[in-house]
Nanobody, 120 residues
Framework: QVQVVETGGGLVQPGGSLRLSCAAS????????MGWYRQVPGKQRELVAR??????NYADSVKGRFTIFRGNAPHSIDLQMDGLKPEDTAVYYCNVQLRETILSPRRDYWGQGTQVTVSS
């Protein structure tokens, strides 16, 4: 069993900042990547930022404004969001790709999602 728990999010004014945190726990043999996706009603879920080993990649829309980095706890990441815009409003989901045991295939696990609203 693997659990993915997100914290953070909320309401912020345009230009403001928020930090999201995500932690994975449970049976983890090999953690391949952790990242953040977001989704608005009627649209597909899209990648925001992803951390694979020491490599990061970002959606073009958030480059220079968002930063993904490893958290202090094992199997955790943070997403620092600065210069927030109304179009960043969405439900943000943490994604983890890992293997539970040496015999397990790599699988995706998702958090429950956290709402980020950017509005004046």
């Amino acid at each position: 069993q693997v659990q993915v728990v997100e914290t953070g999010g909320g309401l912020v004014q345009p230009g403001g900042s928020l930090r999201l945190s995500c932690a994975a726990s449970g049976m983890i043999f090999d953690l391949y990547s952790m990242g953040w996706y977001r989704q608005v009603p009627g649209k597909q879920r899209e990648l925001v930022a992803r951390l694979v080993s020491t490599s990061t990649n970002y959606a073009d829309s958030v480059k220079g404004r968002f930063t993904i980095f490893r958290g202090n706890a094992p199997h955790s990441i943070d997403l620092q969001m600065d210069g927030l815009k109304p179009e960043d409003t969405a439900v943000y989901y943490c994604n983890v790709q890992l293997r539970e045991t040496i015999l397990s295939p790599r699988r995706d696990y998702w958090g429950q999602g956290t709402q980020v609203t950017v509005s004046s």
